[in-house]
């Protein structure tokens, strides 16, 4: 007999990751929830850490780029007083220390870590050390030399210090930035030592708190149909680039891999939808149309109210680099 493949769903499910569990566990969760033939996430959670944690199903996997490359947000609280191996509360005490920094000292160095700053990653994460995992090589007690990380930190500020012991902080960072990082470099420039206790991802790209369902909830534990109504358009993640509005000739020629004129197409700006007005090529801004015209610019096809490709412009002509199988 034929192996089920699953049901053909397209779309984001944003969901609010318990404590405890790993993304690889959410998304097979998901994918049992929901009977879903194709499933990621974005943006791997530690077990320890809560939040949000989005889910590509079907066609959406292939929009996970423009997921990775927005911002991520987080709030935090940092212990003072221990460092950690695992730059968490998982990990074994390596050193203490009996500071415990100020507020205005808080403050006052959080400003040095905004703006593109080097970072080296926690022991236990997921970078390749000669070919293998950093964190198969921490288990195993083995010494390595990990190289520092250019990241982009955009804003990092003190939320309140409820005691000596703790403070909890909020930032908002580029892909690639280790929580647990910050934490341990703040901690040591700060003439102290400290680790993560609680971390929460509170926005992911455009997905935040309010688009997140709970996997424990009675709607995902419930009727299916009231579970699937939280699953986003695979367009949420693309609200930031142009959307070409091609005739169904042209859609079916760049479903065949084939390229189309960019001449006499329709544009539709960033903040794709169907109530978005349209405009012919010619009576777009000069800089726009320049940049589509051979600024190798990125943009979403769509014929009517249907995503057909992601498209790059190149010297007049629109050729597709991910086809869309809805």
Known sequence: MPKNKGKPIHGWLVVDKA???????????????????????????????????????????????????????????????????SDDTEGRVTQTSSVRPEKNNIKKALKDFIGDIEQIPPAFSAVKVDGRRAYDLARKGKKMNLSPRLIHVENFELLEIPDCDHATFRVSCGRGT??????????????????????????????????????????????????????????????????????????????????????KVKVRPASYGPESPLVLIEDLSPDLLEKLRGGHTEACAVCGDKLVALVRCEEGRVHPFRVFNF
Not at 23 to 32: A, D, L, N
Not at 40 to 52: K, R
């Open 178 to 263: 280790y929580i647990r990082s910050l934490a341990r470099d703040l901690a040591r420039q700060l003439g102290a030592l400290g680790h993560v206790s609680a971390l929460r991802r509170t926005r992911v790209g455009p997905f935040c708190e309010k688009d997140a369902i709970s996997l424990d909830s009675p709607e995902s534990l419930g009727h299916i149909g009231a579970f699937l109504g939280h699953v986003l358009p695979v367009s949420t993640v693309l609200d930031d680039i142009p959307a070409l509005a091609l005739t169904e000739d042209q859609a079916r020629c760049l479903k065949n891999g084939q390229a189309v004129p960019l001449f």
């Open 19 to 85: 404590q405890g569990v790993t993304s690889s566990r959410v998304v097979s969760q998901v994918k049992g929830l929901t009977g879903a033939a194709k499933a990621g996430h974005v943006g791997t959670l530690d077990p320890l850490a809560t939040g949000i944690l989005p889910i590509a199903l079907g066609e959406a996997t292939k929009t996970v780029s423009y997921v990775m490359d927005g911002l991520k947000e987080y709030s935090f609280t940092i212990v003072w007083g221990e460092a950690r191996d």
